[in-house]
């Protein structure tokens, strides 16, 4: 079998590479350091059906990206270009973005602290007996770690920082974590953007439920209300209390004034008569009440109705009846 030369397997990443564009609409960009060749595979097995994982070099996503865009017309796919920085692979995907993600971190793997590493997170030893025999207690002076000795083993006194995040793993703490049988960091694929349809978020977006989806847009809806009402400018949202603001402002000139209007009539006789407010709030109790009243007296009605048939029902016999 002839070998294909650099210039064929650019030409075969870069129909690939547009195929996929062409076929999904929904793309996760995901950083992937410190994946290995066996993880990306099972990565790859676990989203088979719905989702393709592409790998490659950022200088051939970005140039077969380009030509799909020249090609197509399709300038919404050019968003994609910012993100193709570091080590990073594309996932483009049919199903739910939020699903998808979730799977993908499904695949962490724990890895040891190697030297010259950039620690992703905090490293802290918890206190406890550490199983080392007294002759190894010089690992613990290096690294200021107070240590005790406890029924022929070192154990740790207190917890330690051992590591901080973004600092370089030392030759000392590898050593040390490698005798404490610690692999305290996990590495696997990390999303870190959202590609939608030109459209481009961060992955925290899939995150919101729908209630706080909701909360956040009738949030921004009451700003939109508060800016629009304060500068008198007519949104849709505005509409509503512009008109009810607007008929207390006509209301109140009524009042002060000769000039009525058949809704302002009801509130002059308010407040010419005050005892009239007395009347209606009695009325309004009153057919409260009578309709309490009648309920009761309907369940009255009932319950005696239903004594009379038990007092008519006799069994089936009569005073007179023969056996």
Excluded: W
């Excluded at 380009?66 to 570091?86: C, F, W």
């Excluded at 870190?192 to 009738?218: I, M, R």
């Excluded at 009695?282 to 005696?304: I, L, R």
């Amino acid at each position: 079998m002839v070998k294909a030369t650099k210039a064929e397997k650019k030409i075969a990443y870069d129909a690939k590479l547009c195929q996929l564009i062409d076929e999904y609409t929904q793309i996760l960009v995901v950083a992937a350091d410190n994946v290995g060749s066996t993880q990306l595979q099972n990565i790859r097995k676990g989203l088979r059906g719905d989702s393709v994982v592409l790998m490659g070099k950022n200088t051939m996503m970005k140039r077969s990206v380009r030509i799909h865009s020249e090609n197509t017309g399709n300038t919404a796919v050019l968003n994609l270009l910012p993100l193709l920085q570091g080590n990073v692979g594309l996932i483009f995907t049919k199903g739910d973005l939020k699903e998808v993600s979730e799977e993908v971190a499904k695949y962490k793997v724990g890895a040891p602290a190697r030297v010259g590493l950039v620690a992703p997170i905090d490293v802290v030893v918890q206190p406890g007996n550490t199983g080392l025999d007294p002759s190894q207690t010089s690992f613990f002076q290096v690294l200021n770690i107070p240590t005790k000795i406890n029924k022929g083993t070192v154990e740790i006194i207190t917890p330690v920082e051992l590591i901080k995040q973004g600092d370089k793993v030392g030759s000392s703490e590898a050593a040390l974590l490698a005798k404490l049988g610690i692999r305290p960091f996990s590495y696997g694929l990390v999303v870190q953007s959202v590609y939608d349809n030109g459209s481009v978020f961060s992955p925290e977006v899939l995150d919101l439920t729908e209630d706080q989806l909701v909360e956040k847009f009738a949030s921004g809806i009451s700003m939109v209300t508060s800016l629009a009402l304060a500068v008198s400018y007519p949104t849709l949202a505005a509409a509503p209390h512009m008109f009810i603001n607007a008929y207390k402002n006509v209301l109140a000139i009524a009042v002060a004034t000769d000039y009525t209007f058949p809704q302002a009539e009801k509130v002059k006789e308010f407040l010419k008569d005050p005892s009239k407010f007395v009347v209606a709030a009695a009325a309004v109790s009153a057919d409260a009440g009578g309709g309490v009243a009648q309920s009761g007296g309907a369940a009255k009605v009932e319950e005696k109705k239903e004594e009379s048939d038990e007092e008519d029902y006799d069994g089936g016999f009569g005073l007179f009846d023969e056996e």
